[in-house]
Nanobody
Framework: QVQLVESGGGLVQAGGSLRLSCAASGGTFSRYAMGWFRQAPGKERDFVGY???????YNADSVKGRFTISRDNAKKTVYLQMNSLKPEDTAVYYC???????????????WGQGTQVTVSS
């Protein structure tokens, strides 16, 4: 059983930055791939990016060059650094755990509760 808790969301103006954190407990964190997803009202949950157990990352085209994922295995925490935020980035952001690197929500077995990010224009 893995528990995930996201934090760091909030309200920011367009062009600003936020850093989300996702703290894990239970399981063997260093062996997991960690993914970030987001869901805007009335829309499906979209892939944002992932980081493998070894630290390799992959981001969705919509956030490439603006968002960066990192992890600290000693702290059992994964981060999503978001720069140059746009109003269309407004969503609830979720972190999730998988045993493989994947872009589909179905591949992830445990999810956090989500944190709201709102970008004003």
């Amino acid at each position: 059983q893995v528990q995930l808790v996201e934090s760091g969301g909030g309200l920011v103006q367009a062009g600003g930055s936020l850093r989300l954190s996702c703290a894990a407990s239970g399981g063997t964190f260093s062996r997991y791939a960690m993914g970030w997803f987001r869901q805007a009202p009335g829309k499906e949950r979209d892939f944002v990016g992932y980081i493998s157990w070894s630290g390799s990352t992959y981001n969705a085209d919509s956030v490439k060059g603006r968002f960066t994922i990192s992890r600290d295995n000693a702290k059992k925490t994964v981060y999503l650094q978001m720069n140059s935020l746009k109003p269309e980035d407004t969503a609830v952001y979720y972190c999730a755990v998988s045993t493989v690197t994947a872009t589909t929500p179905a591949a992830y077995g445990y999810w956090g509760q989500g944190t709201q990010v709102t970008v004003s224009s």
